[in-house]
């Protein structure tokens, strides 16, 4: 894989969530997708109003990433 292609993960069903830009509040748009440690992706997002950069890592499928531990230790059903 080349470095200037982007990375794709594959189709998503869901949508992705669109951060507010922290020094401008817009909307930011995503740039690209990069893979990431195993079960995750980096995502780039850009500004267009300021030209600011940010940089989310998001797991690619949280039942099988290190969130499955948080998800069995800290949710519990209501009693």
């Given at each position: 894989m080349?470095?200037?292609?982007?990375y794709s993960p594959g189709p998503s069903l869901l949508p992705i969530e669109r951060?507010?830009?922290s020094k401008?509040?817009?909307r930011m748009?995503?740039?690209r997708i990069m893979p990431g440690p195993a079960g995750y992706v980096f995502?780039?997002?850009?500004?267009n109003r300021c030209v600011h950069v940010?940089?989310?890592t998001v797991a690619t499928d949280p039942m099988k990433s290190d969130t499955l531990g948080w998800?069995?230790?800290?949710l519990k059903p209501p009693e």
């Open positions: 080349s470095d200037s292609q982007p951060p507010r830009c401008c509040s817009t748009k995503l740039s995502r780039n997002f850009e500004c940010m940089t989310v998800l069995a230790g800290e």
